[in-house]
T-cell receptor, first 115, second 114 residues
Framework: AQSVTQLGSHVSVSEGALVLLRCNYS??????LFWYVQYPNQGLQLLLK??????LVKGINGFEAEFKKSETSFHLTKPSAHMSDAAEYFC?????????????FGSGTQLTVLP | KAGVTQTPRYLIKTRGQQVTLSCSPI?????VSWYQQTPGQGLQFLFE???????NKGNFPGRFSGRQFSNSRSEMNVSTLELGDSALYLC?????????????FGQGTRLTVV
């Protein structure tokens, strides 16, 4: 069975500092991994995804993530935090059941950006 | 291009009632999935529909059901509402239901059961 674990339910950074949100996965097959962001009272917006190929994935709003098979990790980073980055972030793995597809999400990390 | 549209955005129901939520996927998307989001359980998969057929169902009681129409629009129904059904219900659509295609989410329907 596939699963993801997000380390740290709350992360605080200063504006301009590095953002690092951690995600580790467990999968018996090559994983397809996603990072989503959720602003208050909104749905989920896709930041980036890893399927196959290049292990460093660039997404929207300056975010990127690196797939590390040896560490079973897919951490999200951004070199310089902006106030508008304050939101909840979810790591997800795509689970396949026959021809169907579902996402299994981590528990989320609330990012606070301090002025 | 319009995104995923969920209606209504907010809903208040009484215990024991039933409720129907609606989701219109992005034009051309044939796969629609539903998720429940609560502070305690996080984001949990409810079910997925593709070409009017339910292909997968999460670990929820039979009170939760859904369907998909020929135009790919989907509805989910919850009967005999319980207080614990209070949640944000999110619908996601994707072009095809393959593992490597991204899902696009609607803004959700906030259901409050009193």
């Amino acid at each position: 069975a596939q699963s993801v674990t997000q380390l740290g339910s709350h992360v605080s950074v200063s504006e301009g500092a590095l953002v690092l949100l951690r995600c580790n996965y467990s999968s018996s097959v090559p994983p397809y991994l996603f990072w989503y962001v959720q602003y208050p009272n909104q749905g989920l917006q896709l930041l980036l995804k890893y399927t196959t190929g290049a292990t460093l994935v660039k997404g929207i709003n300056g975010f990127e993530a690196e797939f590390k098979k040896s560490e079973t990790s897919f951490h999200l980073t951004k070199p310089s935090a902006h106030m508008s980055d304050a939101a909840e972030y979810f790591c997800a793995v795509s689970v396949s059941s026959g021809s169907a597809r579902q996402l299994t999400f981590g528990s989320g990390t609330q990012l606070t950006v301090l002025p | 291009k319009a995104g995923v549209t969920q209606t209504p955005r907010y809903l208040i129901k009484t215990r024991g009632q039933q409720v129907t939520l609606s989701c219109s996927p992005i034009s051309g998307h044939r796969s629609v999935s539903w998720y429940q989001q609560t502070p305690g359980q996080g984001l949990q998969f409810l079910f997925e529909y593709f070409s009017e057929t339910q292909r997968n169902k999460g670990n929820f009681p039979g009170r939760f059901s859904g369907r998909q129409f020929s135009n790919s629009r989907s509805e989910m129904n919850v009967s005999t509402l319980e207080l614990g059904d209070s949640a944000l219900y999110l619908c996601a659509s994707s072009l095809v239901g393959a593992r490597n295609t991204e899902a696009f989410f609607g803004q959700g329907t906030r259901l409050t059961v009193v």
